[in-house]
T-cell receptor, first 112, second 114 residues
Framework: GDSVTQMEGPVTLSEEAFLTINCTYT??????LFWYVQYPGEGLQLLLK?????DKGSNKGFEATYRKETTSFHLEKGSVQVSDSAVYFC???????????FGKGTMLLVSP | DADVTQTPRNRITKTGKRIMLECSQT?????MYWYRQDPGLGLRLIYY???????NKGEISDGYSVSRQAQAKFSLSLESAIPNQTALYFC?????????????FGPGTRLTVL
């Protein structure tokens, strides 16, 4: 079945550092890929998405590129802020759009 | 007002009790989902519903049941709660009929079973 593997956390960075959170997936067909963010005490919010190979999703300075050849969708940000501290989830939706499969989440902690 | 609401937000109960968690949405979406979140395990799908008459089991449906009372309402029940059902529960919706494949989440219900 489908699966998503993302790097374990916590990832601890200083403000203005470069961020990469790795995500790889296993799926049949042509899934859509997502990054969701969960701030403390809140539900998940969609951060960005990509629906086909080589698409780049971007939002709030975060980017991720759908790489079919490496089955990856790594999240990057050039300069993190304290307010980016949250848990980040990589997820995929099968080609039938029926359900989402989530990774286990990566906690990001940004210090001033 | 929030588009996806969950009640209650927090609940403490005892082993063996019946519990119902409720989810309502004002987004007009056709699909609704229930997940549980456990530390280190991410989100796991319990049940999902494509419309009022179409309900499907997810990865971890044992010990849970659901009811889709209307397009806007989707309830999750624990018939006889046990301590390992202590978790954070999320409801989500998606707009498949209008081509959407992302899901929109409620704020969560923190359930503790003693």
């Amino acid at each position: 079945g489908d699966s998503v593997t993302q790097m374990e956390g916590p990832v601890t960075l200083s403000e203005e550092a470069f961020l990469t959170i790795n995500c790889t997936y296993t799926a049949t067909g042509y899934p859509s890929l997502f990054w969701y963010v969960q701030y403390p005490g809140e539900g998940l919010q969609l951060l960005l998405k990509a629906t086909k190979a080589d698409d780049k999703g971007s939002n709030k300075g975060f980017e991720a590129t759908y790489r079919k050849e490496t089955t990856s969708f790594h999240l990057e940000k050039g300069s993190v802020q304290v307010s980016d501290s949250a848990v980040y989830f990589c997820a995929l939706s099968d080609s039938g759009y029926s359900t989402l499969t989530f990774g286990k989440g990566t906690m990001l902690l940004v210090s001033p | 007002d929030a588009d996806v609401t969950q009640t209650p937000r927090n609940r403490i109960t005892k082993t063996g009790k019946r519990i119902m968690l409720e989810c309502s949405q004002t987004k007009g979406h056709d699909r609704m989902y229930w997940y549980r979140q456990d530390p280190g395990l991410g989100l796991r799908l319990i049940y999902y519903s494509f419309d009022v008459k179409d309900i499907n089991k997810g990865e971890i449906s044992d010990g849970y049941s659901v009811s889709r009372q209307a397009q806007a309402k989707f309830s999750l029940s624990l018939e006889s709660a046990i301590p390992n059902q202590t978790a954070l529960y999320f409801c989500a919706t998606s707009d498949f009929l209008r081509g959407g494949n992302e899901q929109f989440f409620g704020p969560g219900t923190r359930l503790t079973v003693l």
